[in-house]
């Protein structure tokens, strides 16, 4: 198994919220995460989690920032 891919479940984990909410997020495009289906399983890349995490942190940065002035 690749150790680079997570399930939902892990996935879920690390952004702390449900596994529901993430089925929600992929059938819906809401956010942009990508994510791998194999098969029917649906897999997460740990760099996608980080790219995500690190795009959501500048997101609320720069809009905390700019209202601010």
Known sequence: MNNNLLTPSQAAGL???T????AVWRCTSRYPLPFVKIGRRVKYRINDINNFIENGLNNFYQST????A
């Open 65 to 68: 920032s700019e209202g601010v």
């Open 15 to 17: 952004l702390g919220v």
């Open 19 to 22: 596994i529901g909410t993430l």
